[in-house]
């Protein structure tokens, strides 16, 4: 159980156009997700905390306006980089997190979309 | 900065031997987590010990935790090839739904 799903995998597109990366909870709801972007070799770096219903919460230095996120359902929540631009290549990961034996921040991971910009 | 540090920041053994890594943290926590991420992946949750336990095993791995040193470690014992991935560790900080990840530990384990 706990399978997170994240897609696209993998997408190059050209600078300048948007896009959308989609995350979504198999076989739980998912009340917070959260969007990761990580560096090759490095650890994660927290972009936003997405809240089912509610505006998400973005970490210091993190545009909203670039990085716009939606979380419309309990079991879906999309990353949509806009105007992309080549400094916005890397590896975005989403998480999900629901309540586990009385713990309620275990996260489950999507597999990451790897962004390229040309 | 929250996030921690972890050391060391690469490590490789032959397969059969035991891995340790170290984890310190900086704030107060709830609990402290392991993820494990193989290269080009998202993570992949180990084990998780609460802040008040001391010590925690699950199959090949075991987890410590200092709270008065705000510190954890994890062993994994008796390494496999398979094991060959990076470490994480996440502390969850008090009153918040976030975790704050460390730096990382990649493993490698040679044949």
């Known amino acids: 159980g706990a399978v997170v799903s994240q897609h696209p995998s993998w997408v190059i597109c050209k600078s300048g156009t948007s896009v959308k990366i989609e995350c979504r909870s198999l076989d739980f709801q998912a009340t917070t997700m959260f969007w990761y972007r990580q560096f090759p070799k490095q650890s994660l770096m927290l972009m936003a905390t997405?809240?089912?219903?509610?505006?998400?919460?973005?970490e210091q230095g993190v545009e909203k306006d670039k990085f716009l996120i939606n979380h419309a359902s309990l079991t879906l929540s999309t990353l949509t980089v806009t105007s992309a631009h080549p400094e916005d290549s890397s590896f975005y990961i989403c998480?999900?997190?629901?309540?586990?034996?009385?713990?309620?921040?275990?996260?489950?991971f999507g597999a990451g979309t790897r962004l390229s910009v040309l | 900065s929250q996030q921690g540090e972890e050391d060391p920041q690469a490590l490789s053994i032959q397969e059969g031997e035991n891995a340790t890594m170290n984890c310190s943290y900086k704030?107060?926590?709830?609990?402290l987590q392991w993820y494990r991420q193989n290269s080009g992946r998202g993570l992949v949750h180990l084990i998780l010990i609460r802040s008040n336990e001391r010590e925690k095993h699950s199959g090949r791995l075991r987890v410590t935790l200092d709270t008065s040193k705000k510190s954890s470690s994890l062993l994994i014992t008796a390494s496999r090839a398979a094991d060959t991935a990076s470490y994480f560790c996440a502390n969850a900080v008090q009153g918040a739904q976030k975790l704050v990840f460390g730096q990382g530990t990649r493993l490698t384990i040679n044949p």
């Open positions: 997405s809240n089912e219903g509610s505006k998400a919460t973005y």
């Open positions: 704030t107060s926590i709830n609990n």
């Open positions: 998480s999900a997190s629901r309540v586990f034996a009385g713990v309620k921040n275990i996260q489950y």
